[in-house]
């Protein structure tokens, strides 16, 4: 089936005005008569339930946290991107807009993206606005900083802890509504499943996790705000308990699945140091502007201290299979590049799988102080982390997971395939195609909730007056029943293995098969094992405790078994795209320098997967990606 | 606390210097004494606002405790804090400073524990307060209770002055080792200041 | 390495106790949460429930960590939350305790699991600027002095863990309250509600059951973002002017 993605017609640049020209306004008046669920309270979901609340909504807000204030959004350090222009740089609208569709290897929907670069100057202001305490010129003006490899600076931050300040602004904005009785805040409330009720999604069902109280809250209409699904690999940079629950359940309650294999790796984590590892910590990618990255010629190297190896005996791979570009290969191929140093046994550190990155050539050129004054803070997490001065010895570095680009599929009014079912920030696909550019996740996620929803959502609700079910309708208290059964189920296996395990056998399955690089042959294998692992999950799954007290084990089987699901959609999808883009690298499609080979003939489209039962196989619909505006290019960094 | 603190601070300055005076002689001692008991009306309105700032600062001393206390209802099984030992026991030393003003007023001013005092007078035939504090030092046990009340006095200002500078909003990073310092000086100064007199009485430097 | 663990485990409704567990083969590498970690499925594969402890981020900034190791909230290296300290900062052999944050404003939920709700309840009587979405003015029409935009920044690295809370013996939250109203006194955006936020801030503060400040500082040495105490200052300054505006004047600062 073919899907479409209600996009305005005319010029690219007049849609969003035309949109808003054209939408359907609720009266003030009636505005309190409707309720909104926002379910996640990160950039995305508490700047949507705050600007909900001031339009006059009512709005009741879920998270899984014991604060709105702690969603993984607060990790983010790099910075925002805005086509403010500020630094008369020749930066625009229509630049942002073109190089995030080229940084998404086309496959992202052009009018999204355009509105995307339009808002984003609004975003910077209402911020200011907020307190976010922006890094300042000594006049007074904004500071802003190139990122990731662009060539204007468009990127404002605030120190390392752009994401975090930026939260702290949309949770200020949600906690003024809260105070003044706008929104009513539900912290500790995790959803376990979505309401439909005739085709629309009319509200959620949440365990508390305080106390595991299982309810049925109902809306009219539901938006989900509840971020990426990084942590089906088990190790990635996310938080621990990010996780894809709500959204694979809306998935399993018909809402479309789009993309998922489109998963952004980043090249310069600290490596594991061992079984026990719980995450990945991401050091900024500016390291590499200094760092040269080598592993030993020879694989019985390995072990020895990397100061001993000499000169002739090292191979900096990236300098040379890349002459031009080096050390600075884009984030996927050199994340590719130090995966085949470690799978050809040339890997440093515990386990072999990490590279080194080297200042002692920086440190000679600039000498230690420079060196300090460019990376001090980054050298210092590194020896917090390992307990090892890199100032002495090389840092050993390798590629994680680290953004979802794939996700719930939306319309131009980022309302999925079920009406009612609004989907923002890393929850949906829509606006990163194959691959995101750097500083542009905080971007999408506060200007889907500040300035996307609130123009968007009143076109739904105008069509729903009174059509919402009471909280004790037949519906749901179906979905309430249906979930406490799910949750008796798994703690009635008892069995011998915890979750942990099976989550960390899942993630070394989808790391190793699904991971930077794809082939038939690893995505095969991993459909024919996922299965089996989620088999032996439900057989053998230890889960301790009781359902109607705080119990993490419990939240955490919840998760892992929609993980064991999910990870099989996305080695589908893998396997569907016969192509390489952005965050998707089939081995199979490469040019003859290992660069990604799109084929716009076959794969110009989105992949929106239709749920029709676990282990049966799902439906895939088409949205076709028409680009009007941008002509079709390849990238290039040789 | 801060603002009864600052008044009691200015207090115990003047108290002090008024004290060093009998190293000047009988005659000065005395006629500051005098001077300061002129008139009834202005001695009996300045004894009972330095009663009142001190029932203030003790009444908000209690409610600070009783409420700071109920705040932390369950201690840790081994607390290793980082604040210093003056700061974390500025009730304990507090206590032990009031009752130790309590007997100061009792032994110096009211008399009630040497009723004798009442008969000594000068040559005018007024008090004679530099006797007095000489007969009152020359009892090892009143000397050793007033060198631990000062004592204490001077832990709690160690503590207090600085802190008085914090919750009136005085202080920062760039000031605090300033004021820190000063705040040890000056609490070292105090307990000098008001040792000296006892020890010297006692080990007859005058008499 | 080996550590014997004395770990707080309280239900809802029971008074609590603490237990022993030993935590064999220890890397120094592996996190104190990742040692916990591994402590959890030994307890869930003899059949024990596991430990219940706050996390998620596990790289300081989301402010879930909150244990009191030691005796120290945070444990034993300066200025890191729960989740950045290390096994290498113990020795083999060690008794390591751990027990939750201790305060009457936040209530032990389960185990070493507090409820911190109050954090956010003095946030939403004030903690914000009252702008609503698409009122704002181009963000370079109020220059902001680079001085003030950094010192707003140094108060706004506060992660709302409350370990402030935990290290003060009076449970006062004074270094969290006066951070986030200085974060935003600071900047002239926050100016016209300065009054009414530092009232309403402390006033819930108070309401709230925590304790008051009696400048012992050890709220300062426990914060993993090195939040000073200046803000404390500041805030008793802005807090006795806006009474005496207020309360005593009938006006406010904006006026």
Redesign the interface.
Same mark, same amino acid.
């Given at each position: 089936m073919t899907l479409n993605g209600n996009v305005p017609s005319g010029p690219l640049a007049n849609q969003w005005s035309e949109y808003i020209r054209h939408s359907k306004l609720v009266n003030p008046a009636n505005k309190r008569k409707f309720e909104i669920i926002v379910v996640g309270t990160g950039l995305a979901g508490a700047?949507a339930a705050?600007?909900l609340a001031?339009l006059g909504y009512k709005v009741k807000a879920y998270c899984y946290?014991?604060?709105?204030?702690?969603?993984?959004s607060?990790?983010a350090q790099g910075g925002i991107n805005a086509a403010?222009n500020?630094q008369n740089d020749g930066d625009s609208v229509y630049r942002l807009f073109y190089d995030t569709i080229k940084g998404g290897d086309f496959r992202a929907r052009e009018s999204n993206v355009h509105r995307l670069a339009e808002v984003s100057v609004?975003i910077?202001?209402?911020?200011?606005?907020?307190?976010v305490?922006?890094? &300042?010129?000594?006049?007074?003006?904004?500071a802003n900083r190139s990122f990731g490899g662009a060539q204007v600076s468009r990127t404002f931050y %605030?120190?390392g802890?752009t994401g975090?300040?930026l939260l702290?602004g949309a949770?200020?904005?949600l906690?003024?509504q809260?105070?003044l009785g706008a929104v009513q805040?539900f912290?500790r409330h995790e959803m376990l499943d979505l309401i439909v009720v005739n085709g629309h999604a009319k509200g959620i069902v949440t365990r508390n996790l305080?106390?595991g109280e299982i309810k049925a809250h109902t809306a009219d209409a539901v938006v989900l705000a509840t971020g990426g699904y990084g942590n089906c690999w088990n190790l990635s940079t996310y938080?621990? #308990?990010?996780n894809a629950t709500a959204a694979w359940r809306a998935y399993k309650k018909g809402a479309f699945f789009a993309n998922p294999c489109y998963v952004q790796i980043h090249p310069t984590c600290i490596p594991r140091?061992?079984d026990? #590892?719980?995450?990945l !910590?991401l050091m900024s990618e500016s390291l590499r502007n200094d760092g040269r990255v080598w592993v030993p010629k020879r694989k019985e190297d390995c072990g020895k201290n990397p100061n001993d190896i000499a000169e002739a005996d090292r191979d900096y791979y990236l300098e040379r299979k890349y002459p031009s570009f080096g050390n600075l290969a884009p984030r996927d191929i050199s994340s590719r590049a130090a995966k085949e140093a470690c799978d050809d046994g040339r890997g440093v550190g515990p386990g072999g799988r990490g590279v080194y990155l080297d200042f002692s050539e920086a440190i000679q050129r600039l000498g230690k102080h420079k060196v300090e004054e460019r990376y001090g803070n980054l050298f210092d997490i590194y020896k917090?982390? !390992?307990?090892e001065d890199a100032y002495q010895v090389p840092m050993r570095i390798y590629p994680a997971i680290h953004y979802t680009m794939g996700g719930l599929w939306v319309d131009y009014s980022l309302m999925s395939n079920v009406p009612g079912l609004f989907v923002l920030g890393e929850a949906n696909f829509s606006d990163h195609g194959a691959n995101r550019l750097g500083a542009s996740a905080l971007m999408q996620g506060l200007s889907d909730g500040?300035?996307v929803i609130?123009n968007t959502i009143n076109n739904y609700l105008a069509t729903q007056k009174e059509k919402r079910p009471a909280a004790d309708s037949d519906a749901a208290v179906r979905a309430a029943n249906e979930v406490r059964d799910g949750v008796k189920k798994l703690l009635a296996i008892k069995g011998?293995r915890?979750v942990?395990?099976f989550h960390r056998e899942l993630g070394n399955l989808m790391w190793e098969k699904c991971g930077m690089a794809r082939d038939k042959e690893g995505l095969e294998y991993a459909l024919r094992e996922i299965p089996k692992l989620r088999e032996a999950f439900w057989r053998d799954v230890?889960v !301790?405790?009781e359902g109607e007290?705080?119990n993490?084990?419990l939240e955490k089987a919840g998760r892992v078994a929609d993980f064991l699901e999910l990870a099989e959609l996305v080695c589908k999808d893998a396997l569907h795209r016969e192509e390489s883009c952005g965050g998707h690298f089939r081995s199979e499609h490469q040019t003859d320098d290992g660069e990604a080979l799109r084929h716009d003939d076959k794969f110009a489209y989105v992949a929106a997967w239709e749920f029709k039962g676990v282990g049966t196989e799902p439906d895939l619909h088409q949205e076709p990606l028409n680009y009007e505006e941008v002509k079709l290019a390849t990238r290039s960094y040789k | 606390m801060?603002v009864s603190g600052v008044l009691l601070v200015a207090f115990l300055t003047v108290h002090m210097l008024g004290n060093l005076q009998i190293f000047l002689g009988a005659h000065a001692l005395n006629s500051y004494a005098h001077f300061l008991k002129i008139s009834p009306e202005l001695l009996w309105g300045f004894r009972l606002a330095m009663l009142g700032i001190v029932a203030v600062h003790i009444l908000a001393a209690i409610a600070?405790t009783l409420?700071?206390n109920?705040?932390?209802?369950?201690?840790?099984?081994?607390?290793?804090?980082?604040?210093?030992y003056a700061?974390?026991t *500025?009730i304990v030393s507090g206590i032990i400073v009031a009752l130790f003003i309590a007997y100061h007023l009792l032994h110096f001013t009211a008399h009630v524990t040497n009723p004798e005092f009442d008969l000594l007078l000068d040559e005018q035939a007024k008090p004679d307060v530099y006797g007095m504090v000489i007969a009152g030092f020359s009892n090892p046990l009143t000397v050793a209770i007033y060198l631990i009340g000062v004592l204490l006095l001077s832990w709690h200002l160690s503590?207090g002055v600085?802190?008085m500078?914090?919750?009136?909003?005085?202080?920062?990073?760039r000031s605090a080792c300033l004021i820190d310092s000063a705040a040890y000086l000056y609490a070292v100064v105090i307990f000098a200041g008001m040792a000296a007199v006892p020890a010297a009485v006692y080990f007859k430097l005058i008499s | 390495m080996n550590v014997t663990l004395?770990v707080w485990r309280q239900?809802?409704g029971e008074k609590g106790r603490?237990e022993r567990y030993e935590a064999r083969n220890c890397?120094?590498?592996?996190?104190f949460?990742?040692?916990l970690?591994?402590v959890n499925?030994d307890l869930?594969?003899s059949?024990?429930?596991?430990i219940?402890f706050?996390?998620?981020?596990?790289?300081g900034?989301?402010?879930?960590c909150s244990l009191?190791i030691?005796?120290?909230p945070h444990g034993p290296e300066y200025r890191?939350a729960s989740c950045?300290t290390?096994m &290498?900062s113990f020795k083999d052999g060690d008794v390591i305790?751990i027990?939750p944050f &201790?305060?009457?404003?936040f209530p032990v939920?389960?185990d070493l699991?507090v409820?911190?709700?109050a954090?956010?309840r003095i946030?939403?009587?004030?903690?914000?600027?009252?702008?609503?979405?698409?009122?704002?003015?181009?963000?370079?029409s109020?220059?902001?002095?680079?001085v003030s935009?950094?010192l707003? *920044?140094d108060a %706004?690295?506060c992660?709302?863990c409350g370990a402030c809370v935990a290290?003060?013996?009076?449970?006062?939250a004074m270094l969290f309250v006066s951070a986030k109203a200085a974060?935003?006194n600071l900047?002239p955006?926050?100016l016209a509600e300065k009054d009414r936020r530092v009232l309403a801030m402390v006033g819930t503060m108070d309401a709230e059951?925590?304790?008051?400040?009696?400048?012992?500082?050890?709220c300062?040495?426990?914060c993993p973002k090195g939040i !000073?105490?200046?803000f404390?200052?500041?805030?008793?300054?802005?807090y006795?002017l806006a009474s005496v505006r207020t309360k005593l004047l009938g006006t406010d600062v904006a006026a």
């Open positions: 700047s705050a600007t001031e946290h014991d604060s709105p204030r702690r969603a993984h607060v990790a403010k500020y609004n910077i202001d209402q911020c200011a606005a907020q307190g305490p922006f890094a &300042r010129e000594y006049g007074g003006t904004l %605030a120190r802890q975090q300040q702290l949770y200020q904005a906690s003024r809260i105070g805040m912290t305080a106390d938080g621990r #308990q990010s140091s061992g026990y #590892q719980s995450k !910590t917090e982390i !390992t307990g500040y300035f609130p011998k915890t942990s395990d230890n !301790t405790g007290e705080l993490q084990a | 801060g600070l409420e700071n109920g705040a932390r209802p369950v201690d840790y099984l081994r607390e290793k804090s980082a604040a210093s700061s974390r *500025m503590h600085s802190s500078f914090q919750s009136l909003g005085l202080r920062n990073r | 004395k239900s809802a603490f890397n120094p590498n592996m996190s949460l990742e040692m970690d591994e499925e869930t594969n059949g024990k429930e596991p219940v706050e996390h998620d981020c596990r790289e900034i989301c402010g879930c009191v030691n005796g120290e890191v950045q290390y &290498r305790t027990e &201790r305060s009457k404003a939920i389960k699991l409820n911190r709700g954090f956010d946030i939403q009587a004030g903690g914000f600027i009252s702008v609503s979405t698409g009122s704002a003015p181009d963000a370079n109020i220059p902001v002095p680079k935009a950094d707003s *920044m %706004a690295a992660i709302g290290a003060c013996k009076n449970g006062a974060h935003l900047l955006q926050g059951g925590f304790g008051s400040c009696s400048n012992t500082y050890a300062e040495a426990a !000073t105490v200046d404390i200052a500041k805030l008793n300054r802005d006795a």
